[in-house]
């Protein structure tokens, strides 16, 4: 059985089929104990998770999470699937069987790679960010306060730079990386490592002139909504594009 939690909630067995899940909280209440990874989840915190984003928990909390953990294990196929504990429930699942889990493992491992062999980097990375259908825990009724979404999608952006960091240096066409960039910059548009990663490409796809006109529109647009000038590290990319050729 896998679980998908990074996008609309889902499970799939062993034939990859999608099983029915039923309504919201139920996607609510796999989306948080996949989210802990096979770990025990006490009671008080799933009933906050499923019952969450303002709405109020029913008057007896517990025994409401109980039909609705009876009717999860159902629809995954039987009693085994989700296991109760003296404090809570837990997922009878290892986290290599989660999404989630599996994207941590594989952007650390391609991060860790980057220094060594970009192209490796560049491939394990590439299937960590497959994995990603949508937002993180996406039926989680407080998703967007929750700090493990948050990490989450931290995790990603990393992740991205380091792909694109891995592929410039694996011999990627440069050119076929710069509309990536140029949409992660109109998200993050005074990020300045960003800045750094679309300069370097445009100077390694060619674009000399349009790497010096791009730093000295964000070195204008810095002083006039910011009332700052580039850092270190813009600075002395600006300097490499203005020496001359070797």
Same mark, same amino acid.
């Given at each position: 059985?896998?679980?998908?939690? %990074?996008? &609309?909630?889902?499970?799939?067995?062993?034939?990859?089929?999608?099983?029915?899940?039923g309504g919201?909280?139920?996607?609510?209440?796999?989306?948080?104990l996949a989210l802990r990874?096979?770990?025990? &989840?006490?009671?008080?915190?799933?009933?906050?998770?499923?019952?969450?984003?303002?709405?109020?928990?029913?008057?007896?909390a517990p025994a409401a999470l109980q039909a609705l953990v009876s009717r999860l294990r159902r629809a995954l196929g039987g009693k085994h699937t989700v296991l109760a504990g003296a404090t809570g429930y837990r997922l009878d699942a290892t986290e290599d069987d989660i999404d989630l889990h599996v994207?941590?493992? %594989?952007?650390?491992?391609?991060?860790?790679?980057?220094?060594?062999?970009?192209?490796?980097?560049?491939?394990?990375?590439?299937?960590?960010l497959a994995l990603w259908r949508g937002p993180a825990l996406a039926d989680l009724p407080d998703a967007d306060t929750e700090p493990a979404?948050?990490?989450?999608?931290? %995790?990603?952006?990393a992740a991205v730079r380091d792909r694109i960091d891995a592929e410039l240096?694996?011999?990627?066409?440069?050119?076929?990386?710069?509309?990536?960039?140029?949409?992660l910059l109109v998200a993050h548009p005074y990020d300045e490592p960003l800045r750094a990663r679309h300069l370097r490409a445009?100077?390694?796809?060619?674009?000399?002139?349009?790497?010096?006109?791009?730093?000295?529109e964000f070195r204008r647009a810095l002083a006039d909504r910011l009332g700052t000038d580039?850092?270190?590290?813009?600075?002395? %990319?600006?300097?490499?594009?203005?020496?001359?050729?070797?």
């Open positions: 059985m896998r679980y998908l939690i %990074l996008g &609309v909630t889902e499970a799939r067995g062993p034939d990859g089929g999608s099983l029915p899940l919201p909280r139920l996607r609510a209440l796999l989306a948080a990874g096979g770990r025990t &989840v006490p009671v008080t915190e799933l009933v906050a998770d499923v019952w969450g984003g303002g709405g109020e928990p029913p008057r007896d994207f941590r493992r %594989l952007a650390r491992q391609g991060a860790a790679e980057l220094a060594t062999d970009p192209a490796a980097a560049a491939r394990t990375l590439g299937r960590a979404v948050r990490n989450a999608h931290a %995790l990603r952006e240096r694996s011999g990627t066409e440069p050119a076929a990386l710069l509309p990536e960039l140029e949409q445009l100077r390694a796809a060619g674009r000399q002139a349009d790497a010096l006109l791009a730093y000295e580039p850092g270190p590290e813009l600075r002395s %990319l600006h300097a490499e594009l203005l020496a001359p050729a070797p």
